[in-house]
């Protein structure tokens, strides 16, 4: 996108306000409308990936070493992970703490 | 040569819709429903019209189904009325926000309770906020035209809106009129295919109707409001270059012995037409009235309006809808309102008349214009006052 979307002028909207730039909607980050952050503890996790299946934000990326981590800047705190995790590895932890 | 038939009003639009060789109908078949599209379901179950006919569960329904179509890049085309186009009303703003082309024939009905399915302007007064085109038309002929303009007006690229052909429940849609069938290579020259300009493909991916939050949605009503104020240049020119093909002349406001009289009635639909008579017939015995027809209702056009009564003293309209505890008619607020800040401007007198079907007579039009130049002189101490009312 030449300009946030923030910037546009009426006049620069698509047709319909039609968004032609697949996948743009990346560039908008969600993460701080959340008020809780789940926080892993590793010394738990067994890798099962179920956080990763469940997040409906698709926010949770496996890293080199295996864990499932959020990216914080599209999680919305809906904790779902750590209602779904079965090694109770995941805490949701108050968003100003 | 075009072939003047006699036929019903609904059959007439269903064969304009033919001519206009539309891809897609989407109906949902219940009353509140017209022969439009079932007179549509045979063409299409004949082979006479190529289009894809969906058959919806809901009215709500049948419009996401059009919205669809539209954005795939098809010509759609619906039809609905009272109750069903009250059930569609959420969509009506996202198909015109969204610049969606296509047509809908709206068979103006009153709105319950009580139940009543007759003809009045609840209807098409509920949905004028809602981005669409709004076209009146009085008789089958203009229903017609107007269907095969619409398409046209919607299609252009410097408008991209859906359009409402707006036409009397039951006064228009069932019954037999003189119509003429304009023919099928006029009508193709008229009316190119619609090639809408950023189609559904998966070859090029685009995202319709997504997320616009606060810091973007003023900037898209903005361009909505520019957007539909500008289709006002358009319909004018489809409908000068309607009239040199096919001689049948249609405009914003129209005047019937309207330009030097000192007493003006406005009349929307099919009302205008029993409206004439009583102009003609109040004319012959010396009296200085005229009418105006308001044929576009949005966008409103205000500079033709103003200049249509400009050098009038009394203009009485019509409304066929009532704004509970509001100033009345909505199209005598709009009225009152365009004409406000004008110098020279007709003392506006509101009636609501002709709710539920219920009929205004040619003396009927007499008795409201002798009322509306009553009180021009000695006032009311109501807003409006309901025409007709057994007290």
Not at chain 2, 249 to 256: I, K, T
Request: with cysteine; aromatic share 8%; proline share 5%.
């Amino acid at each position: 996108m030449a300009k946030a979307e923030g910037e546009l002028a009426w006049q620069e909207l698509e047709i319909g306000s039609i968004i032609a730039e697949p996948g743009s909607a990346s560039e908008y980050k969600t993460g701080d409308w959340k008020s809780q952050r789940p926080v892993l503890d590793k010394s738990k996790c067994n890798k099962c990936g179920l956080c990763y299946i469940f997040c409906p934000e698709g926010c949770i990326e496996e890293e080199a070493d295996g864990y499932f981590v959020a990216d914080l800047s599209y999680c919305k705190g809906c904790g779902i992970c750590d209602i779904e995790c079965p090694k109770k590895a995941i805490t949701m932890v108050e968003e100003e703490e | 040569m075009a072939k003047k038939v006699g036929l019903e009003v609904s059959l007439a639009i269903a064969e304009a819709v033919k001519l206009a060789n539309a891809d897609v109908v989407a109906a949902y078949p219940i009353t509140p429903q017209t022969h439009i599209v079932e007179h549509l379901a045979e063409l299409v179950a004949n082979g006479e019209l190529d289009a894809a006919y969906i058959l919806v569960e809901s009215e709500h329904s049948a419009m996401s189904a059009c919205l669809g179509a539209s954005a795939a890049g098809a010509r759609a085309f619906t039809a609905t009325a009272g109750q069903g186009l009250e059930l569609m009303h959420e969509v009506l703003y996202v198909v015109s926000a969204m610049r969606l082309p296509m047509v809908m024939a709206v068979t103006n009905r009153a709105l319950s309770a009580p139940i009543n399915i007759w003809g009045d302007h609840s209807d098409a007064m509920a949905v004028r906020d809602t981005g669409w085109i709004q076209i009146f038309v009085e008789n089958g002929q203009q229903a017609l035209d107007n269907v095969l303009c619409g398409f046209r007006i919607g299609e252009d690229h410097r408008v991209l809106l859906p359009v409402m052909v707006h036409l009397d429940g039951f006064h228009l849609t069932h019954v037999i009129e003189p119509i003429s069938i304009p023919e099928q290579s006029k009508v193709g020259k008229f009316l190119p295919p619609n090639q809408y300009p950023l189609p559904l493909d998966p070859d090029k991916p685009l995202t319709m109707g997504g997320f616009g939050p606060p810091y973007i949605y003023t900037e898209t009503k903005k361009a909505q409001v520019v957007n539909l104020t500008a289709s006002k240049k358009v319909i004018l020119e489809c409908w000068r270059e309607f009239g040199d093909i096919f001689g049948r002349h249609y405009s914003p406001v129209e005047h019937y012995h309207s330009e030097e009289a000192k007493t003006l009635l406005l009349a929307m639909g099919s009302f205008s037409e029993t409206a004439m008579d009583a102009i003609d017939k109040m004319r012959k015995e010396g009296k200085d009235v005229g009418l105006i027809k308001l044929r576009l209702w949005r966008p409103f056009p205000f500079e033709e309006l103003r200049q249509a009564v400009k050098n009038a003293e009394v203009l009485i309209v019509l409304d066929r809808a009532i704004s509970f505890g509001g100033p009345g008619g909505p199209v005598c607020s709009e009225i009152r309102s365009a004409l406000y800040d004008e110098d020279r401007k007709p003392k506006v007198i509101g009636f609501v008349g002709g709710l539920g079907g219920r009929d205004i007579s040619v003396a009927g039009f007499e008795e409201i214009v002798n009322r509306g130049i009553e009180i021009a002189q000695t006032g009311s101490e109501q807003e409006f006052e309901m025409y007709g009312v057994r007290e």
